[in-house]
């Protein structure tokens, strides 16, 4: 749970009980799952309104995805899985570095020719 092993809730315990005592312990405790689940509660109806006022065309929005590092994971790195997991899908990159690269020809002007001029373009 959040990424805390035992020795961590073993002294956020032992921490507890220094500050809050065995007598007041169980009403702190109380007290902190009523404003967690409060503040859950707040937040699932801060979205079901976001999400009400977007409208229909976005009811598949989640504003975790407004994140940064969710919208790279989601919108590049997974694609780039996708990609590296699918070796019968043609990939993009691959046909254009075969396509060979043939520039324009360019009339090369002689010596002392002046290039031509547009009058009206400037």
């Not at 220094?18 to 902190?32: I, T």
């Not at 404003?35 to 009400?52: K, S």
């Amino acid at each position: 749970m959040f990424g805390l092993g035992w020795m961590e809730i073993g002294a956020l315990i032992v921490i507890a009980l220094l500050v809050f005592g065995p007598e007041r312990l169980p009403q702190a405790a109380a007290q902190a799952g009523k404003t967690l689940r409060n503040l859950r509660r707040m937040a699932n109806n801060a979205r079901d309104d976001l999400r009400a006022g977007l409208g229909p065309e976005f009811q598949n929005f989640d504003p975790a995805d407004l994140n940064p590092r969710n919208f790279v994971r989601k919108h590049l790195l997974d694609d780039l899985e996708d990609d590296w997991n699918n070796p019968d899908k043609p990939r993009e990159l691959e046909s254009v570095a075969a396509a060979p690269y043939a520039p324009e020809p360019v009339d090369e002007l002689s010596y002392g020719e002046l290039p031509p001029y547009d009058a009206e373009a400037t």
